[in-house]
């Protein structure tokens, strides 16, 4: 079976990063990075450019703001590594979209329970602030606090990034 490695922290906090080494430690011939974002204005295009020059050219792109568990049961096999960053701003598009939330993430799960090669996650941990003030900001905090349970239960590894030091949790 398959390694399933969650990397949890908060921004800016070193988890993509981390989250890059370990995908790289494994002896996969190819590299597969799902990213979850949408570019919607020129502050995520440069922020996307940044992921990607810091990555270098030997990683494959796909992006998946949505079809995340599809594309997972079709890209994770064989000789392939997988990196999906990240699991918040996947959680939003489906959170905006109206999206069956529980039915996404349990779609999720099962796909990374199949995986037929190594799977790296990256999650933001939203909950360790004030209660937000309005009932989006909360439901989001809600959602992405059971999101990141449910993969944390599922995972074979999980750690958590603070000031770019990893900790495991698991």
Known sequence: MAPIIFVLGGARSGKSRFAEQRTRAFAAQEKIYIATAECRDAEM???IAQHRSSRGLDWQTI????????ILIAEARGNRAVLVDCLTLWLTNHLLSGADLEAECEGLASALAGAGGP???VSNEVGLSIVPENALARQFRDEAGRLNQKIAAVADEAWFVAAGLPLRLK
């Not at 992006?63 to 599809?70: H, K």
């Open 63 to 70: 992006e998946a703001p949505y079809r995340l568990a599809e």
């Open 45 to 47: 295009e440069s922020r």
């Open 119 to 121: 799977v790296v996650l």
